[in-house]
């Protein structure tokens, strides 16, 4: 019998899948991308139908039990995903001062 947080996450994955799909048709995020925000969420549903395959990883990884395991991967790509941020944040700031400094030089050229 399914449990309530079952239903809950297969929405829940089965809508963010869909979400990064037509994020991929309207060319917003990569291939790459896709492929590993469908892997994220396809290893989020086996998991949610089959929580003693967590447990099976996490022997083999030498951690005590599945849910730890995923709590520390958790932490890990949650860490990876705000730098990925960070570096698209920076970027992101040079861009808008090199085109501040741009428009400020050319505002000064039309003054002269």
Same mark, same amino acid.
């Given at each position: !019998?399914?449990?309530?947080?079952?239903?809950?996450?297969?929405?829940?994955? @089965?809508?963010? /899948?869909?979400?990064?799909?037509?994020?991929?048709?309207?060319?917003?995020?990569?291939?790459?991308?896709? %492929?590993?925000?469908? @892997?994220?969420?396809?290893?989020?549903?086996?998991?949610?139908?089959?929580?003693?395959?967590?447990?099976?990883?996490?022997?083999? *990884?030498?951690?005590?039990?599945? *849910?730890?395991?995923?709590?520390?991967?958790?932490? @890990? /790509?949650?860490? %990876?995903? !705000?730098?990925?941020? %960070?570096?698209?944040?920076?970027?992101?700031?040079?861009?808008?001062?090199?085109?501040?400094?741009?428009?400020? %030089?050319?505002?000064?050229?039309?003054?002269?």
């Amino acid at each position: !019998m399914l449990q309530v947080y079952q239903i809950i996450v297969f929405i829940f994955a @089965l809508f963010a /899948l869909s979400r990064a799909i037509l994020r991929a048709k309207e060319s917003k995020i990569t291939r790459g991308e896709l %492929y590993f925000w469908s @892997l994220l969420w396809l290893g989020v549903l086996v998991l949610t139908f089959l929580p003693s395959f967590s447990d099976i990883l996490a022997d083999y *990884a030498g951690i005590g039990r599945g *849910a730890d395991l995923l709590v520390y991967a958790s932490v @890990l /790509l949650l860490f %990876y995903l !705000m730098f990925r941020l %960070y570096v698209k944040i920076d970027k992101t700031e040079q861009e808008i001062t090199k085109l501040v400094q741009k428009v400020a %030089y050319e505002n000064v050229k039309k003054k002269k």
